[in-house]
């Protein structure tokens, strides 16, 4: 962390893990509870120097660069994420190199701190390697998905990372189990998706032609239809794999529930009676899992396949209705 004084200048060196950001975007971070207008202010006064020189605020700081910052009160508590709050933690560990480290992250575990929650994987494993110069999220998961999520060791893998995001190149694929009968066993799902918040300000998604271009791939791996469904009072289940074409938020849940079959489990977008008879079969999450990347390593273009098992409890749960099946 840089200290920053509040009743003198501060001269601080951009290090390495922190050139090419915009100069107002790094003063952001590093000066924590600083409203962005005010570091805006302080930068066009020419109050903030770069290498001894004005600057504007979408400069590009470099390694080795010298940023002056004037006298300026910062947040006196740390947000929980980086204070003590957030306890050290490792996750199961698929893929690890000196720029990228690929998680397999379990399901009721949010991605980061927000939100009413005080800290999240980021924060857990920040805390867990203080050595570790730089880690930021490439990207996000629902706090109830499971699975692979990739974090940046260096900036220069987060910029060709997003820009790979950008492109929709690298592919992902997910596992779900939907509330319903989908009658085909491969079909596309097109349909732009809006984002609004909620009557809690919770953040939500719906179809809407107002909403931004989302296109997802959807092949059934299997159906349920048994005497074990129909005794909890549901009548179809259906296994599926979902690969993403586009990263919307909430993408493939909106979508499994436009097409009448939500993903079990959701307590956000699926069918709140089906999920409480799903529990009466043992059922205690959203079944929904991210099970593969297919990429390009960000440094070196090598390319990867990064596969994580659906969990125990989805797995036992599918094991479980395969059996039924055979036995009707």
Known sequence: ???????????????????????????????????????????RAGEVRLNKKRCKPDNRIQAGDTVRIP???????QRPSENHAA????????????????????????????????????????????EARYLELVHRLDKDTSGLLMIAKKRSALVKLHEAIRNDHPKKIYLALG?????????????????????????????SEDGQSAHTIFRVLN?????LLHQVGLSDLTFVEATLKTGRTHQIRVHLQSQDCPIAGDERYGDYQANKRLQK???????????????AHPLTGEKLILKAPLPQELAQ???MLENQEKAV
């Not at 159906?223 to 005497?227: G, L, N, P």
Request: proline share 5%.
């Open 71 to 77: 006298p300026i009160r910062t947040a006196e508590k």
């Open 1 to 43: 962390m840089h200290a920053i004084r509040k009743d003198s200048v501060s001269l601080i060196a951009v290090a390495e893990h922190e050139e090419g950001q915009r100069l107002d975007n790094y003063l952001i971070k590093i000066l924590k509870g600083v409203p962005k207008s005010h570091i805006h202010r302080i930068i």
């Open 179 to 207: 509330v319903g009968r989908l009658p085909n066993d491969r079909f596309h799902v097109k349909l732009p998706l809006f984002k609004y918040t909620g009557a809690q300000g919770e953040k939500m998604v719906r179809v």
């Open 87 to 130: 306890p050290a933690r490792e996750f199961d560990i698929v893929y690890e190199d000196d720029a990228l480290l690929v998680i397999n992250k379990p399901s009721g575990v949010a991605v980061h701190g927000g939100s009413g929650v005080s800290f999240g994987v980021i924060e857990q494993i920040r805390r867990a390697r203080p």
């Open 281 to 295: 079969l043992g059922l205690k999450r959203m079944f929904l899992h991210a099970s593969e990347l297919h990429l």
């Open 317 to 319: 749960f599918v094991v």
């Open 223 to 227: 159906r349920f239809s048994d005497s």
